[in-house]
């Protein structure tokens, strides 16, 4: 009987536990996930097990806070299933699946991995694209994650070659989303290895701060990150993030392109180390159309970039603010 009792109270204690978490959730708007579970999303003791599922039930000014794990766009072999963000909505990851407050999280002791690593073995089979923005405002995050095994090899096809990691698709609208404390590693495209902001007709104005991008390949250029923006803009920030051992064809880190409009890229205390290109740009790429096609950088330095010399950031748009050290 005392048995029973204390079964019956550790119950009735947890359902109460989860019901003020629950009134935490309506007043935060915060959808818990962590590999294993299989609730309502209301608590780390109810969470989702599908990072999807959390993304399907969450509108503007929801928080997904995922546990450490790796997770997949889809449990099949649909190649071109993606995370999708929704517009509005925060995405963090780096948890340990006990934490009550957001600072409490340490994304480099519980990597939350976002892998395009779907089919069979080989990456041939891999997702396109790991995660997709469209029409993202600034309030629209990704935040703590580890993203790879992105494989974005479609022949012609938007955004199937584009951004193995991340399309970001201002395409005739705008995109701003936010990416904080981001690894992106070993992913591939035809172009953007690993990100490509597409603001052809619109724009993508999206800010990367304190990313890392690492061992990322594009078959032609930007081996890490392409910046589309034929007739549109595309206006992207990189705040203290590192670029290392990426490689493209044009911009072994970075190719910025611009056709009938003008655009700006932004680089502030960025890293280029040991990326490479086959033809210029070892660390940055640009080029530019019928207007201006501006880069604004400050304290970035650059090292071991090859081509080196002054293709370690072939620049032929206009450069503004330019503050950088080229260590040998």
């Not at 009735?12 to 609730?39: E, H």
């Not at 509108?59 to 806070?65: E, H, L, Y």
């Not at 995660?131 to 012609?156: C, Q, R, S, Y």
Request: hydrophobic share 35%; proline share 4%.
């Amino acid at each position: 009987m005392g048995t029973t009792f204390k079964c019956i109270r550790m119950g009735m204690l947890c359902m109460v536990v989860c019901a003020m978490v629950v009134l935490q959730v309506d007043a935060q708007k915060i959808i818990y996930v962590k590999p294993g579970s299989n609730g309502d999303g209301s608590c780390w003791q109810k969470a989702f097990s599908h990072l999807q599922t959390a993304l399907y039930n969450a509108r503007a000014g929801t928080q997904i806070w995922v546990a450490a794990g790796t997770y997949h766009p889809t449990e099949g072999a649909d190649r071109t299933v993606s995370f999708i963000i929704p517009a509005g909505v925060k995405v963090f990851g780096g948890f340990n699946g006990t934490e009550e407050k957001l600072e409490q999280r340490r994304p480099d002791r519980y990597p939350s991995v976002l892998s395009g690593d779907i089919g069979g073995p080989g990456r041939e089979d891999n997702s396109y694209n790991i995660v997709l923005f469209e029409n993202a405002g600034p309030d629209t995050w990704l935040d703590g994650f580890t993203l790879t095994g992105g494989f974005a090899n479609g022949e012609g096809g938007t955004p199937h070659g584009k951004g193995g990691a991340i399309y970001n698709d201002g395409r005739q609208g705008r995109s701003s989303p936010k990416i904080r404390y981001c690894i992106f590693t070993k992913n591939f495209a035809r172009d953007g290895g690993a990100v490509y902001n597409d603001g052809a007709y619109g724009q993508s104005n999206p800010l990367f701060e304190n990313c890392i991008f690492s061992e990322n390949e594009a078959g032609l250029d930007g081996g890490a990150v392409f910046n589309d923006s034929r007739n549109g803009e595309s206006n992207p920030v990189f705040r203290g993030c590192t670029f290392r051992r990426n490689l493209g064809t044009y911009g072994g880190a970075i190719c910025h392109a611009a056709d009938k409009t003008a655009c700006t890229l932004t680089l502030e205390n960025c890293s280029f180390i040991e990326n490479a290109s086959y033809l210029r740009g070892g660390g940055v790429f640009t080029m530019a159309g019928a207007e201006k096609c501006a880069v604004e950088m400050a304290d970035n330095f650059f090292k071991n970039n090859y081509p080196d010399d002054m293709d370690t950031a072939w620049l032929t748009a206009e450069a503004r603010s330019i503050a950088w050290r080229i260590k040998e």
